[in-house]
């Protein structure tokens, strides 16, 4: 308050701006005395591990902690290497697949929990218990679901007639749609409370005048739900494309990159690289690539939104 | 900045779903007969939905009932004749279960308090006093959010080696108890919390630091109860950083336990398995369905983790 009063009577006073200068002083050491503990560990542990990555990447590091300055030569290495090119294909593969199949099944169990119903309570809580179970008892169980031939999935498809069902994760054609199968049964659940929230804030006059004017459910899903779900749409997908690139524990847990390579994804790679094979330096090239492919996408989305709006 | 987080009016919104168990628009009580197939429909298509989602885990609490050779019998038997509860006396004997859950349950909790105390500590600074260079500070902690861990998982645990922290528990401590999110959840609390209440108090001579103890503790309750329920989940389950850093069985967590009891599991009973999936989902679907209010709570303030 002292600050504005200063500043609406022009040049302060000298003794003014003495105590003006005092409080900032005052202020700035009140308020780092308050960060500073969360600050320490979060300064050492994510942002010198951010801005140390790239001179990693820079670098022949390996295991014994020698590092020799090779310039690009780990990102050209990159280009060249067929693994990281089939991982880098995967992940746009999961991304492309999983990003729509989870707003679709969220925003449709989100209008249908839109309504007034007995036991909304109990259907929400179905919906958002698999985001809080565990990767490993997610994946081992529907690892066993999905076996080929004494798996419930393929006993279900064989009794409505499917001569010939998918090997899933066995094959490598399945395999990753399968993967996409769980993941998406595992979010949806989480998104849909954030559609949910969006669905509460559309105005219901804006139904009724729809309504009124004769617009038939499709039409006032298309032209008022939609639009007035936008900021939340854009939101959801933000992070759901964060949260596709960095996809990792399920597939390590669940097919391991297999059969073959048709499920390796880029975080595997940095994991394979890094810690499997101890190559610190170029596994730290690949998790540039997936930093700025992370960071990309989310500043495009920032603009393209923006662009949007005006 | 603001336009991460979710937007103003859904976080409203949510809180009111976090409050209110039936939400949605009010319908009149006169049916036409085709608004009365609309509702069995609505209905059936629920039922599927919730089918869909809740099978996998009946078909995992019924095959931890079973023998080992019914599990995978074809056709499919989704309830156990005989219900097998010696499955869940087995699993504690014939695995290290005792060792991972006292893992994971210490490490849960201690990354759950400092997550909590530093979190909500550094949220006061961020939220009450102003400084020169505050803002800048906390675009780079919200800029992490769209920053992977993968991505700099090893610069990180090359420095926690020569920290010589690699291998022991403080590691998932450090690496969990000072994210962000903390920070972050905390702030997006307090900004709703009116200014004049700390006026009052700073007139009547407590410091800031009392304030925050005595003022803004006591009233974000529902906002360290989000931030620990989606902490404590959140550690429960991890499990990449465990399998990196923690690599003597004895400090392994529940997750790592289950999965290398999986890949040593070729002649052994897979309903004991199924046991010890289920016991370890368990703790974490109670405090799921205690606290599920602040977990809906939690994501109306932040809309973020994991």
């Known amino acids: 308050m002292t600050t504005a009063a200063a500043t609406k009577a022009g040049r302060p006073e000298p003794s003014q701006r003495r105590r003006r200068s005092k409080l900032t002083l005052r202020n700035t050491l009140l308020g780092w005395s308050f960060i500073l503990p969360n600050f320490l560990g979060f300064a050492t542990l994510t942002l010198v591990p951010v801005v140390t990555l790239f001179y990693m990447s820079m670098t022949n590091w390996n295991v014994f902690g020698t590092a020799t300055w090779v310039g690009f030569a780990n990102f050209e290495r990159l280009i060249g290497d067929g693994s990281f090119r089939i991982s880098f294909w995967n992940t746009i593969y999961y991304a492309a697949l999983h990003i729509p199949l989870t707003i679709v099944a969220s925003l449709g169990l989100a209008l249908l929990l839109n309504n007034k119903l007995r036991g909304v309570a109990f259907f929400r809580t179905a919906a958002f218990l698999p985001y809080i179970t565990s990767i490993v008892a997610i994946a081992v169980v529907w690892n066993l679901l999905f076996s080929p031939d004494y798996g419930p999935i393929n006993q279900i498809l064989r009794a409505v007639g499917m001569a010939n069902p998918p090997g899933w994760l066995t094959s490598s054609d399945w395999a990753m749609p399968a993967v996409v199968i769980v993941s998406t049964w595992r979010d949806m659940g989480y998104y849909m409370i954030l559609f949910l929230a969006g669905l509460q804030t559309v105005p219901r006059e804006l139904y009724e005048a729809a309504r009124v004017d004769g617009a038939g459910a499709w039409q006032r899903f298309r032209n008022v739900t939609i639009p007035c779900l936008r900021p939340t749409m854009f939101f959801v997908t933000v992070m759901l494309t964060i949260n596709s690139f960095k996809i990792f524990d399920l597939i390590l847990v669940m097919t391991d990159g297999g059969p073959g390579q048709s499920t390796s994804v880029i975080s595997q790679f940095i994991y394979r690289k890094g810690f499997e094979e101890n190559q610190f330096g170029y596994a730290s090239s690949a998790a540039v690539v997936l930093f700025f492919l992370c960071i990309g996408v989310t500043i495009f989305q920032f603009i393209w939104n923006k662009r949007r709006n005006v | 900045m603001t336009e991460l987080l979710v937007p103003a009016e859904d976080r409203r919104a949510l809180r009111k779903l976090a409050a209110d168990p039936s939400p949605g628009p009010r319908k009149t009580d006169t049916r036409t007969p085709l608004q009365r197939v609309g509702r069995v429909a609505l209905y059936t298509a629920l039922l599927v939905a919730a089918a869909g989602l809740l099978l996998p885990f009946f078909w995992m609490v019924m095959s931890s009932l079973k023998t080992a050779n019914e599990v995978f ?6 309830i156990p004749e005989v219900f097998v509860w010696q499955n869940y006396l087995d699993i504690w004997t014939e695995s290290n279960m005792l060792v991972w859950m006292r893992n994971t349950l210490l490490l849960a909790v201690v990354v759950t308090f400092l997550q909590v105390l530093t979190g909500s500590f550094a949220a006061y600074g961020f939220a ?37 922290v690699a291998n022991t528990l403080w590691a998932i401590i450090l690496i969990q108890a000072f994210g962000a999110f903390g920070v972050f959840l905390m702030k997006q609390f307090y900004e709703t919390i009116p200014e004049d209440l700390s006026e009052a108090a700073r007139l009547d001579g407590l410091s800031e630091y009392g304030i925050w103890r005595r003022i803004m503790l006591p009233l ?3 906002a360290i109860a989000s931030l620990s329920l989606l902490t404590f989940t959140s550690t429960w389950n991890d499990y990449l950083g465990p399998l990196i850093y923690l690599r003597d069985p004895e400090l392994w967590t529940i997750q790592l336990g289950l999965k290398s009891f999986v ?18 989902v368990i703790p974490i679907a109670i405090i799921f369905l205690l606290g599920q209010k602040y977990f809906v709570e939690g994501i109306a303030t932040s809309g973020m983790k994991g």
């Open chain 2, 73 to 78: 019998s074809v056709p499919v038997q989704w």
């Open chain 2, 128 to 164: 009450r006093i102003r400084f020169p260079g505050r803002d800048i500070l906390f675009l780079c902690y919200i800029g992490t959010i769209a920053v992977p861990w993968q991505s700099y998982m090893i610069p990180q645990f090359i420095l926690l080696s020569d920290f010589r």
């Open chain 2, 220 to 222: 974000s309750v529902p």
């Open chain 2, 263 to 280: 890949s040593n599991l070729y002649d052994t009973d897979y309903a004991l398995l199924f046991a010890g999936l289920t016991i370890s």
